[in-house]
């Protein structure tokens, strides 16, 4: 089975501090792209940053960037000066093949809680 | 504006009643998909489709049942054999071309009593 795991069910942080988020899959994929997702208390789900995984250069988006090391499966995701409004569960999300072979299943891990106190 | 809208927020049900959640996306994306969140546990999908008049089972189809009648459109009903269909649905929708991000609504908070 392809599975996304994050090892890390909670997490907190201080404002302004850095914190990262791990996360593994295993895809049997050729080509794929990676996601973070973010999900407020709000519960809408906001992509933060994507990762193409032939691309050897990290993925950043802002204070948001990605420590993606493909031979180990692993993709974690660093927020850097931490802010309040960071607060919310990340999901880490690896495609998974379809019916036809195509990437067009996302498989999501279970979740970190991240916490940002002032 | 471009979007995924899932009604209604919130539902409340009998036991042993059907009841069908809303999707709809103008985002003219081919593959649509349904999550079912509950604490601890992530995103585990259960129905999807990449084009309409097809769909595909995924990791919880148990006591679902899905309909793909229009592209904008991506019914999911939660069926009485669904032995425990209190939760939180999320739908969401993919451009199918590579790279592309999955588009989320707000979701809907089923409970069952």
């Known amino acids: 089975a392809q599975t996304v795991t994050q090892s890390q069910p909670e997490m907190s942080v201080q404002e302004a501090e850095t914190v990262t988020l791990s996360c593994t899959y295993d895809?049997?994929?050729?080509?794929?792209?990676l996601f973070w997702y973010k999900q407020p208390p709000s519960r809408q789900m906001i992509l933060v940053i994507r990762?193409?995984?032939?691309?050897?250069q990290n993925a950043t988006e802002n204070r948001f960037s990605v420590n993606f090391q493909k031979a180990a499966k692993s993709f974690s995701l660093k927020i850097s000066d931490s802010q309040l409004g960071d607060t919310a569960m990340y999901f880490c999300?690896?495609?998974?093949?379809?019916?036809?072979?195509?990437?067009?299943?996302?498989?999501f891990g279970k979740g970190t809680l991240l916490t940002v106190n002032p | 504006d471009g979007g995924i809208t899932q009604s209604p927020k919130y539902l409340f049900r009998k036991e042993g009643q059907n009841v069908t959640l809303s999707c709809e996306q103008n985002?003219?994306?081919?593959?649509m998909y349904w999550y079912r969140q509950d604490p601890g546990q992530g995103l585990r999908l259960i129905y999807y489709?990449?084009?309409?008049?097809?769909?595909q089972k995924g990791d919880i189809a148990e006591g679902y049942s899905v309909s793909r009648e229009k592209k904008e459109s991506f019914p999911l009903t939660v069926t009485s054999a669904q032995k425990n269909p209190t939760a939180f649905y999320l739908c969401?929708?993919?451009?199918?071309?590579?790279?592309?991000?999955?588009?989320f609504g707000q979701g809907t908070r089923l409970t069952v009593v």
């Open positions: 489709s990449q084009i309409v008049n097809d769909f």
């Open positions: 990762q193409e995984a032939y691309k050897q």
């Open positions: 999300a690896s495609p998974t093949s379809g019916s036809g072979g195509s990437n067009y299943k996302l498989t």
């Open positions: 969401a929708s993919k451009d199918t071309g590579e790279g592309r991000e999955a588009f």
């Open positions: 895809t049997s994929e050729s080509n794929y792209y």
């Open positions: 985002l003219n994306h081919d593959a």
